[in-house]
Structures are given as structure tokens and as C-alpha cells.
């Protein structure tokens, strides 16, 4: 058994790996080693391989390249850059123009990719060279590609949710149908900024335009049909109790592959690169699985949940203060961690908590990867400020920077409401 102070010297020391540049699962195994050897020797590194057997060997787990690989086909293959367009045509006469294209967009492509990454970098490249023409302000523009982004990993099917549930053992099913009514909240709050701020400052819209004929804009409406039926498909099966995770995935495939056929944009070129980024993708969250999985059997053998759970019920903490603790942990975290690492590191030591304090798995699930999407704009490190600079291609990082604040208040506050209101996600 560990007492407090083991816990916390292997947290910090995990932070510090982090901190200077190691990568996610070079870290994780790294202090899971060290605290084997420190405690048993060399008798904890025996069951290794098996237990990576065991964590690899998950139909569930199927699920993440399964995804991963409809979001790039349907990228390749056009269906993205369709869909954008009719946006823009719907959404141009509102107040902010086509930004809202950009977190409409994001909303939609987020429910069939399950990556921010992906959702910035795609939604950028198709945004800049619209609002360039246009003379809207770059500030908002990358701004809004940025924040839009981080919807990725919150709406269903997200990459994040799936490795949140595997770790701690969720429904993944629960998970995703939690994450769609804070996705459409914190949506709707994105546009909100967007069409208040914009009245307020019309030069951050630049002109309006001349608006496509209904008849043009009600035949692009079918560009937003393929994205929809994948959503309805994959999610129906899903919560009706059709299929699993693993099995709408997989037939979301099939039906974005059909898609893509069907606008004659299906070559053995773009499946080889959609298979190819697919890999990378999913060897490297693997790997971090696979490690995050052998750390917690470390921590588990120390028992360390249980020595977090007792030290906390002797400090009488009310559960929406240590709510408040842990939002301002979550800041400090994701100002120089990436995301995804600062999910893995802290599950094991901050879920404990959370339970004892009667918080329900799928609860923190949810808040977890809403503070991981304030992570992923947060700078130095968030990563969703440099693929959207990328993307842009000129200027300074700092105008992303200050163009996503108004919208990292807007995580903020469905954070708070969240809190308050905690049947927003189990509901």
C-alpha cells in the first residue's frame, strides 16, 4: 500500500514527463515502471504481455479505427466540402454571415468523424479560402474554426468517449447519447456570440453578399443528406440496441464508402491514403492505451484509488467545490498539456474522487472531455491554435489565440450549467 505522498510524488513526476515533451505513453509507462520496480521489483513486469493481450484484444476497440477511417474517406471523397457550401448558401443571411457555417459544420462533420484534429483541419481548409474572398475578419474566422473544432470530441461518435469508456469500464452507448445534448447547447452558444458580437460590430462580417436562387439552395440541400444518414444510422443502431459501437461503425463505413462511389470519387489512391492516416491514428491512441491500461494495473496493486478516496472523504469537501477545484486544475492542466494526455493522466486519480463523491461515470465522462476541449484551445499547447494557424497559412498564432476567447467563456459557462443542471447529460 502508498500513502498520499507516494500518489502524489508519481503524479507529479508523471506531469513533469509531460511537461518537458515525452511522448503520452513513454510517460505513462514510464512512471508505471518505476513505481513496479520501486514496489515489487521486477515481479510486476512478468503479467505485462498479458495484460496488453487483454487490452488489445477488445471488439470494442474495433470501433476507433472503424471511425476514424469513414471520417477520412468522407473527407477525401468530397462529401465535406459539399457540405459546407450548402451551408453557407442557408446561413448567409443571418447576423455573422458564414461564421456560423463554420460551427455548423463542425457540428456535422464532428458527428461523423470523431476527431477535433480532423474537424479543424478539414473545416480550415475550406473555410479560408470562402472568407478571404469575402473580407471577414481573420480573427473570427480562425476563431470560430477553432472553437467549432473542439465539438469533435464531445458529439457522438467521439474518439475520446470510446477511450474514456474503456478505461473506466463505461457504456459507450451512454456516453455517446450524453454527449448530444451538451454538443447542440454548447453549438448553440457558439452562434449566440457569433450573432450578438456580430450586431454589435458588423465589420467582423463582411458583406452579405447576393443570396444562390431557392431553387440552387433547395438542391444543395441534399450535399447535407449523406452526413445526416450516417448520424441517424450509426447512433440508431447504437441506442436502439441493433448493433454495438464496434458494429455502427463499421456500417457507417460501408454507407460513407457508398456515398463516395456514388460521386465517382472512390480510387485505390484515396483509399490508400485514407487507410494510411487511419493507421497512424490508431496505432498511436492504441499505444497510449495500452500504457494508460498497464499504469492503472500499477496503481490499482498500490492501491492508490482507494488511499485518493479516503484522503478526500476526510476533508468534508462539498461536491460543487471540489467540481470548482477540479475546473481550475483542468485550466492550469490544459495550458501546457495536450488533451488527450491530460485525460489519461488524471482519470485515475481524479475519477476515484468524483465517485465517492456520488458523481456517476457517464457525468464525468462528459465533463471530463468538456474541460479537454478547453485544453485543446488553451494556449501555449492547445492544439487546435496551431493546426487552424497551419491552415491559415500567414499572420501570427495570436490572432487565433484571441479570436477562440469568446468562445472558451461560452465551454465555460455550459461547464457551470452543467454542474448545476447535471440531468442536461443524464437526461
Known amino acids: ?77 468530397g462529401v465535406t466540402e459539399r457540405m459546407y457550401r450548402a451551408l453557407s448558401d442557408w446561413l448567409r443571411p443571418l447576423p455573422g454571415g458564414l461564421l456560423h457555417t463554420n460551427i455548423i459544420a463542425s457540428t456535422v462533420f464532428a458527428a461523423i468523424s470523431g476527431s477535433s484534429v480532423a474537424t479543424a483541419a478539414t473545416i480550415g481548409t475550406v473555410a479560408f479560402p470562402t472568407f478571404r474572398k469575402q473580407n471577414y475578419s481573420e480573427r473570427w474566422v480562425a476563431g470560430t474554426v477553432a472553437s467549432g473544432a473542439t465539438l469533435g470530441i464531445l458529439i457522438p461518435p467521439s474518439i475520446n468517449l470510446i477511450i474514456y469508456g474503456a478505461i473506466t469500464n463505461t457504456s459507450i452507448g451512454a456516453l455517446f447519447m450524453a ?132 484522503f478526500v472523504a476526510t476533508l468534508n469537501v462539498e461536491p460543487l467545490v471540489m467540481l470548482l477545484i477540479l475546473v481550475c486544475l483542468y485550466l492550469i492542466l490544459g495550458c501546457f498539456l495536450d488533451a488527450l494526455a491530460m485525460m489519461i493522466a488524471t482519470i485515475p486519480i481524479v475519477w476515484p474522487i468524483m465517485e465517492q463523491l456520488g458523481y456517476s461515470p457517464v457525468w464525468f465522462g462528459i465533463f471530463l472531455v468538456m474541460m479537454c476541449e478547453l485544453a485543446l484551445i488553451t494556449p501555449p499547447v492547445g492544439m487546435n491554435l496551431y493546426i487552424v494557424q497551419s491552415v491559415r497559412g500567414r499572420g501570427h498564432v495570436g490572432t487565433v489565440i484571441v479570436g477562440v476567447l469568446p468562445f472558451l467563456m461560452c465551454i465555460l459557462a455550459l461547464v457551470a450549467l452543467l454542474g448545476i443542471f447535471p440531468g442536461l447529460i443524464l437526461g
Open 1 to 77: 500500500m502508498i500513502g498520499i505522498e507516494g500518489a502524489v510524488i508519481g503524479f507529479g513526476l508523471l506531469l513533469i514527463l509531460l511537461l518537458i515533451g515525452l511522448h503520452i505513453a513513454v510517460a505513462l509507462f514510464s512512471v508505471a515502471v518505476l513505481g513496479a520496480w520501486v514496489f515489487f521489483g521486477d515481479a510486476m513486469f512478468r503479467p505485462f504481455g498479458t495484460m496488453m493481450w487483454g487490452t488489445l484484444n477488445n471488439f470494442l476497440l474495433v470501433a476507433i479505427p472503424l471511425f476514424v477511417f469513414m471520417g477520412e474517406v468522407l473527407v477525401r471523397g
Open 179 to 310: 454527449g448530444i445534448v451538451p454538443g447542440l447547447i454548447l453549438a448553440a452558444l457558439f452562434m449566440g456570440v457569433i450573432a450578438v458580437w456580430s450586431t454589435l460590430d458588423p465589420k467582423i462580417a463582411g458583406p452579405r453578399g447576393k443570396l444562390a436562387p431557392w431553387s440552387e439552395r433547395c438542391m444543395r440541400l441534399s450535399d447535407l443528406l449523406p452526413p445526416l444518414i450516417i448520424f441517424i444510422v450509426v447512433m440508431g443502431s447504437i441506442y436502439g440496441g441493433w448493433a454495438t459501437p464496434t458494429e455502427a461503425a463499421g456500417v457507417g463505413v460501408v454507407i460513407a464508402m457508398a456515398l463516395v462511389a456514388g460521386y465517382r470519387r472512390l480510387n485505390w489512391t484515396m483509399l490508400k491514403e485514407s487507410m494510411l492516416s487511419t493507421v497512424t491514428t490508431t496505432a498511436m491512441t492504441l499505444l497510449i492505451l495500452v500504457a494508460a491500461f498497464y499504469m492503472n494495473f500499477i496503481l490499482g496493486v498500490l492501491g492508490v484509488p482507494r488511499v485518493v478516496s479516503e
